[in-house]
C-alpha cells in the first residue's frame, strides 16, 4: 500500500511538473515550478539512498559456516545458533516487504518440530557456498527459490523438505 501511495504521489507530482494536460484546466507556473523542485528533491533522495543502501549491501554483521555435520549461523552480539544437517527436515525462504534497503529475504533450517534452526540472511557472509550445499539436497526447488526472490511481501516459500 506505502508504495502504491507513493507511486500515485510521483505520478501526479510528474503531470504537475510537466504541466501534462490530462484535466481540462490549466496548472498555474508557479504551483509547476513548486512540484518540479519538490519531485527533483524526491527523485534525488531516493537516488542517495538506493545508493548508500546498495553500497553497504555487502555488508553482513552476521555470517554463516558450516561442514558435514553442521550449520552455524555467528550473530554480531556474539550469539551461535546451529542445527545439525541431520536435524533440518525443512528449509524455508521468508521474505518481507522492507527491501531493498533492508534485508527481505532470510533462510530458515528447522527441525520438524520448528523447535530448533537457524534463520539466516540472504546476504549474510559465506552464505552463497551455504547455497551451494543446500541446493544439493534432493528434492531441492529452485523454482521456489526463484519465486521467493522475486517476492515483495511478507511470505513464506518452502524450498526442501525431508521425505519419510
Known amino acids: 500500500m506505502k508504495r502504491f501511495l ?3 504521489v510521483l505520478l501526479v507530482l510528474f503531470v504537475v511538473a510537466f504541466d501534462i494536460h490530462p484535466f481540462p484546466f490549466s496548472i498555474q507556473e508557479d504551483i509547476r515550478g513548486s512540484a518540479l523542485i519538490f519531485l527533483l528533491v524526491i527523485v534525488i533522495y531516493f537516488l542517495i539512498r538506493g545508493y548508500l543502501s546498495q553500497r553497504n549491501r555487502g555488508f553482513s554483521p552476521e555470517r554463516v559456516v558450516f561442514d558435514e555435520h553442521e ?3 555467528h550473530l554480531p552480539d556474539g550469539s551461535v545458533e546451529k542445527i545439525r544437517w541431520d536435524e533440518i527436515d525443512c528449509v524455508s525462504i521468508v521474505t518481507t516487504d522492507t527491501g531493498p534497503w533492508a534485508e527481505d529475504a532470510f533462510w530458515i533450517l528447522e527441525n520438524a ?6 534463520m539466516i540472511g540472504n546476504g549474510a557472509e559465506g552464505f552463497e557456498m551455504l547455497l551451494e550445499r543446500l541446493q544439493s539436497l534432493v528434492g531441492f526447488r529452485d523454482d521456489q527459490v526463484i519465486e521467493a526472490m522475486g517476492c515483495t511481501s511478507n511470505s513464506r516459500f ?3 523438505e525431508r521425505t519419510a
Open 158 to 160: 518452502v524450498v526442501w
Open 6 to 8: 507513493l507511486v500515485l
Open 71 to 73: 550449520v552455524i549461523r
Open 113 to 118: 518440530a520448528r523447535t530448533k534452526g537457524c
